[in-house]
C-alpha cells in the first residue's frame, strides 16, 4: 500500500501557471508508473499525463499537450505537473495515481492504476 498526498492546486487567471506535487509514502514509488488524472463537475475522470517508471516515457492527452509537463524526483518519491498557459476549461479536482507495475509506457486508462491520492482542486478564471 502507498499513501499518495497532491499539493500545489488553487486559484489562477487564465493564462498563468501552477505546479501541482504528489508525495509518496514509501521508497517503492521510484518502481511505479505515475499518472495525473483530473474531474470536472459532472465529467468522468479523465487523463493527463503518465510518467513510466524510470521517467523514460512520457504521454500527454491533448489537451494538455505542450502546456503541461510531467516529471518527478524519486530521491524526494514525489511526482510533479507543470501547468502554464492555464485555461478555464482546465478547471478541475486533479489526482496523481500510482501503476504498481513496470510497463514499458504508463498507462493512460484510470483502471490500470492501483492507488490514489484525495485530488487537489484547480480553479482558472477567465
Same mark, same amino acid.
Given at each position: 500500500?502507498?499513501?499518495?498526498?497532491?499539493s #500545489?492546486?488553487?486559484?489562477?487567471?487564465a #493564462?498563468?501557471s501552477l505546479?501541482?506535487?504528489?508525495?509518496?509514502?514509501?521508497?517503492?514509488f521510484?518502481?511505479y508508473?505515475?499518472g495525473?488524472?483530473?474531474?470536472?463537475?459532472?465529467?468522468?475522470?479523465?487523463?493527463?499525463a503518465?510518467?513510466s517508471?524510470? #521517467?523514460?516515457n512520457?504521454?500527454y492527452?491533448?489537451?494538455v499537450?505542450?502546456?503541461?509537463?510531467?516529471?518527478?524526483?524519486?530521491?524526494?518519491?514525489?511526482?510533479?505537473?507543470?501547468?502554464?498557459?492555464l485555461k478555464?476549461?482546465d478547471t478541475?479536482? *486533479? *489526482?496523481?495515481?500510482?501503476?504498481?507495475?513496470?510497463?514499458? *509506457?504508463?498507462?493512460?486508462?484510470?483502471?490500470l492504476?492501483?492507488?490514489?491520492?484525495?485530488?487537489?482542486?484547480v480553479?482558472?478564471?477567465?
Amino acid at each position: 500500500q502507498v499513501q499518495l498526498v497532491e499539493s #500545489g492546486g488553487g486559484l489562477v487567471q487564465a #493564462g498563468g501557471s501552477l505546479r501541482l506535487s504528489c508525495a509518496a509514502s514509501r521508497r517503492t514509488f521510484s518502481s511505479y508508473a505515475m499518472g495525473w488524472f483530473r474531474q470536472a463537475p459532472g465529467k468522468e475522470r479523465e487523463f493527463v499525463a503518465a510518467m513510466s517508471w524510470n #521517467g523514460g516515457n512520457t504521454i500527454y492527452a491533448d489537451s494538455v499537450k505542450g502546456r503541461f509537463t510531467i516529471s518527478r524526483d524519486n530521491a524526494k518519491n514525489t511526482l510533479y505537473l507543470q501547468m502554464n498557459s492555464l485555461k478555464p476549461e482546465d478547471t478541475a479536482v *486533479y *489526482y496523481c495515481a500510482a501503476d504498481r507495475s513496470k510497463r514499458y *509506457y504508463p498507462p493512460s486508462s484510470r483502471d490500470l492504476y492501483d492507488y490514489w491520492g484525495q485530488g487537489t482542486q484547480v480553479t482558472v478564471s477567465s
